[in-house]
């Protein structure tokens, strides 16, 4: 039995999320091969040979992938799936765009979004908002799989030594073509792999107050700025800040919940955190049922207290 996982990348280096659909793959057991498809990505199969438990990398490069494209990644990976008994990625918008095509073409279902191992056929993934847990057994001879990576602690980085292994570039299927992205650049943690966030609510009424108390909040513990989607909505910050089950799902060591009321939208994509403190002038607000910490008061009052407190 051996597993193909889906390498995020950069071309450059390797994501976070792709050592957590490692630690997943070896929770399922058998030989763990790591697929880098890019351009110019030398580095990033470098990178993905020295993971620990990996046995191989399969290294696609060609300008075909340079801006990995859906449609010609899940060709490639067709291709290569029929050697594999489970084909992974993670759960993030790339893994979402590219695996349901995969499934699609192998004729099987994808199991989406697994948080646990039962058994090499048997996963646990979260439904309705992550509010019940749903056991899946599948007798599929190539099980597509992604990887919810807050389920899984990620492997180490460093350790392994595969050998990496060439593969021919496919067709360009010219289905579509890539024109342009707009990525937001900021010195703070990516949100998705941060160790501490620091999220506001509704309850920050606009986007100066967000900004005027969060940010200094955030520049003292070295943290992600996150949002709810109600304060998205309403135009405080980009959408690109939002937790919660059409956002990001995130697990960092500390999570701050501040004039949030704890949707369970919201609650879908951070109630794994390891620490949550949650600051809202509402005793009854749902949020102080999963936070760790509570604090019923005035946001306006009590954030720039905790700030001059951190000093």
């Given amino acids: 039995m051996s597993i193909l996982v889906i390498a995020e990348h950069d071309n450059a280096s390797l994501k976070a999320a792709t050592l957590n659909t490692v630690a997943a793959a070896a929770k399922i057991g058998g030989e763990i091969h790591i697929l880098v498809a890019g351009h110019n990505c030398a580095a990033a199969a470098a990178a993905a040979a020295k993971v ?92 597509v ?40 650049k900021s010195e703070r943690p990516e949100l998705s792999a941060a160790k501490v966030i620091v999220s506001g609510g509704r309850g920050m009424g606009s986007g100066e107050n967000y900004h005027k108390l969060l940010e200094p909040l955030a520049d003292k513990l070295g943290a992600a700025l996150g949002a709810s989607r109600a304060a998205v909505d309403a135009g405080f910050v980009p959408n690109d800040y939002q937790v919660g089950q059409t956002g990001k799902i995130v697990a960092p060591q500390l999570y701050f919940a501040i004039g949030i009321s704890g949707a369970i939208q919201h609650l879908a994509g951070m109630k794994d955190s390891k620490v949550i403190v949650a600051i809202n002038k509402d005793p009854d607000a749902p949020i102080f049922q999963v936070a760790d910490y509570g604090l019923v008061g005035d946001l306006f009052a009590v954030v720039p207290e905790l700030v001059a407190e951190l000093g």
Avoid at 65 to 84: H, M, S
Avoid at 174 to 184: A, N
């Fill in 145 to 184: 799989i992604t990887v919810r990576t807050t389920g899984f602690d990620a492997v180490a980085a460093e350790g392994g030594s595969a050998a990496t292994e060439n593969v021919a570039a496919g067709a360009d299927l010219g289905q579509c073509k890539f024109v342009g992205r707009e990525l937001s």
């Fill in 52 to 143: 620990a438990g990996v046995a191989k990398v399969q290294l696609a490069d060609s300008a075909l992938y340079a801006d990995q494209t859906a449609e010609n990644l899940a060709a490639l990976i067709v291709g290569l799936a029929k050697g594999y008994s489970h084909v992974l990625a993670p759960a993030t918008s790339n893994g979402k765009n590219i695996l349901p095509r995969v499934a699609a073409a192998l004729d099987v279902a994808q199991i989406s979004e697994i948080v646990a191992v039962d058994s090499p056929d048997t996963f646990v993934r979260p439904i309705y908002a992550g509010n019940a847990l749903a056991t899946v057994k599948s007798a599929d001879a190539i099980k």
